[in-house]
């Protein structure tokens, strides 16, 4: 049984930084070809965020530069660095990965990609 477990969200303002983690268990970790963080605000589709796969890393406009996407395979952990958060990056975040690989913007940046995904973190930026 795979468990994917977010940690790290919470209240911050305009211009601070949040890391979240994820932490996996019941499969070997490095075992995961691809990781990916989404995000979701109430009344709208899950959203691309950031996707690692190997060494490569993508990342939707929206958060490009801002963003950081990295694997922890020792500590079973994937995480997504956030810097100079915006209002607009409110939304509940959700990692999730899949034992294949792709490479295409397109594949990584779809949900449908993912096999497992977490339960989601709230990271909330006010003004």
């Known amino acids: 049984q795979v468990q994917l477990v977010e940690s790290g969200g919470g209240l911050v303002q305009a211009g601070g930084s949040l890391r979240l983690s994820c932490a996996s268990s019941?499969?070997?970790?490095?075992?995961?070809?691809?990781m990916g963080w989404f995000r979701q605000t109430p009344g709208k589709e899950r959203e691309f965020v950031a996707a690692?796969?190997?060494?490569?890393?993508s990342y939707a406009d929206s958060v490009k530069g801002r963003f950081t996407i990295s694997r922890d395979n020792a500590k079973n952990t994937v995480y997504l660095q956030m810097n100079s958060l915006k209002i607009e990056d409110t939304a509940v975040y959700y990692c999730a990965v899949t034992s294949r690989y792709y490479e295409s913007m397109r594949d990584l940046s779809s949900a449908r990609t993912y096999d497992y995904w977490g339960q989601g973190t709230q990271v909330t930026v006010s003004s």
């Open positions: 019941g499969r070997t970790f490095s075992m995961y070809a691809t």
């Open positions: 690692r796969n190997g060494f490569t890393t």
